[in-house]
């Protein structure tokens, strides 16, 4: 076989990326991110070279792209964008969320789903990369809009999945409604009760603790973290990036640790309460966001002892010890990142997918401090996906108490095998090496024994 890759060096590799994916920044930067990894890691290993495994896994199986047409309470015909794209499946079926944002693009999920691929990857489940969505903005729409708009999406997305072909679960602006009406509307036309999706309700084939998985799943990481500096979450005060599904639970796991939780936001703004956002406050934002379907904002008015900063600021500015970034990608930048070192950040757990620009990334290793990219901190949620697929498929389900302690042990294997391949000689950990050569190793072992497919 040729040594295709050879001669290609980092930047000839990303400009090539550039050409062939124009308009996508997104995704240029994702692979850029892994590409600083995997080069160095892979210089003296022909074999991956050889086989052009990194430019094979930069190049999804598939893009699927389709119209959802939709109609809206006034009885207005709505014309939306959908996709499915299915990165890579070498170590199980296709596994990954599907977003409802009007931010959503082709290149947002292309990056994704890449860096699902590795995410899933790092589990140590079989599961392949894959990531949907749409552009269709959920806020301010009537939950009848929402119904027939997930209805008309799975109308498309049905023949494109399976429980052993593509399994979508939720993000942002999908969460256990919108995966009811999806599953309502896959289970109508098929006549079939699988495990097509994850993130069911309870009485329906769901799996529990699903809800809390990915933002506990990135404090215990943290706390993993933290251990190997003799360090724990007590006493430490925390600030959050968004106020959904991770950010709550990533919120109320380090109140349960005994740490201070500052702040939390939404695109609009942040709010910083310096009494802490203890458990009854985080209900509270919990019901305003499920329930009432309320702007962060309206926190002011509950608790007059916290601030609001509108237009769209973000909470990096607020001194802290820890920092999770919970919102959406590149959420904080290079300047963020100068900040909160400056403030004494010690540790950095990313709940959300890329939400530190490739500054910020740099900046943090650079510092050297405990940084976790989302691609390793925030598996805890398809982990316990992956959970969902096998109770699904054996008819039975774990007791909380049983799951718990999987997640716990998925994040710490998680953690041991960044240790693996990103400790230096000075015993410093770059979290960000060590998922990327892991992820990488194990799917490019599995493509390896594939030959040219
Ligand atoms: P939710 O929809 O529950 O919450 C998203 C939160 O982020 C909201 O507070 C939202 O505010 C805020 N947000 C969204 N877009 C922006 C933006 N452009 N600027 C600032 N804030 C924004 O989503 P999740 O909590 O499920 O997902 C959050 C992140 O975590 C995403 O990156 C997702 O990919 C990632 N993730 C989620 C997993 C899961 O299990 N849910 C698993 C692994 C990763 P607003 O209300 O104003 O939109």
């Not at 000839?12 to 124009?22: D, L, S």
């Not at 389709?66 to 109609?71: A, G, K, S």
């Not at 409802?100 to 990857?121: G, Y």
């Not at 458990?279 to 002011?300: F, T």
């Amino acid at each position: 076989m040729p040594a295709a890759e050879d001669h290609v060096d980092l930047p000839r590799f990303i400009a090539g990326v550039e050409k062939r994916n124009p308009g996508q920044p997104e995704f240029v930067q994702a692979v850029t991110e892994v590409a600083e990894d995997i080069f160095e890691w892979i210089g003296d290993k022909v074999k991956y070279h050889e086989a052009q495994i990194l430019r094979r896994i930069a190049e999804p199986d598939r893009v699927i792209s389709f119209r959802v047409c939709w109609q809206d309470d006034k009885g207005h015909i709505r014309v939306q964008r959908g996709w499915r794209v299915q990165n890579n499946n070498s170590i199980g079926p296709y596994k990954g969320g599907i977003r409802f944002h009007p931010s959503v693009t082709e290149s947002v999920l292309k990056f994704l789903a890449f860096e699902q691929t590795f995410k899933n990857a790092l589990t140590g489940l079989p599961m392949g990369g894959g990531k949907g969505g749409s552009n269709f903005n959920p806020k301010g729409k009537s939950a009848n809009e929402i119904m027939r708009f997930c209805q008309s999406f799975m109308t498309e997305l049905y023949r494109h999945i399976g429980a052993d072909v593509d399994v979508p679960a939720g993000d942002i602006g999908v969460g256990g409604r919108e995966i009811g009406y999806m599953f309502g509307q896959y289970k109508r036309i098929t006549n079939n009760f699988t495990g097509v999706l994850t993130g069911k309700g309870l009485e329906w084939g769901g799996s529990l603790i699903r809800t809390e998985a990915t933002g506990y799943g990135a404090v215990y990481f943290l706390q993993n973290m933290l251990k190997t500096k003799g360090e724990d979450i007590a006493g430490k005060t925390a600030v959050i990036s968004g106020s959904g599904n991770v950010a709550t639970h990533a919120a109320e796991k380090i109140v349960a640790l005994g740490g201070k939780v500052l702040t939390l936001s939404d695109s609009d703004g942040f709010v910083h309460d310096p009494d802490g956002i203890g458990q009854d406050k985080i209900d509270w934002v919990k019901d305003l966001k499920n329930v009432r379907r309320g702007r962060i904002a309206d926190y002011v008015k509950e608790f007059p002892g916290a601030t609001y900063h509108g237009d769209g600021a973000r909470p990096w500015g607020v001194p802290c010890d820890l920092a999770l970034p919970c919102a959406t990608q590149n959420e904080l930048d290079g300047k963020d990142a100068e900040t909160l070192l400056a403030n004494g950040c010690m540790a950095v757990s990313e709940g959300a997918n890329m939400p530190t620009d490739l500054d910020g990334v740099h900046a943090f290793k650079a510092a050297k401090i405990l940084y976790a990219p989302g691609k390793a901190s925030n598996a805890g949620g398809v982990a316990v996906s992956g959970l969902e697929m096998s109770q699904n498929s054996a008819r039975m389900s774990w007791k909380e108490a049983e799951l718990q302690t999987m997640l716990q042990d998925i994040m710490a294997g998680i953690h041991e095998r960044c240790l693996e391949y990103g400790r230096g000689a000075d015993g410093h950990t770059d979290y960000v090496k060590g998922a990327n050569i892991a992820g990488f190793k194990k799917v490019a072992d599995a493509m390896l024994a594939y030959g040219v497919v």
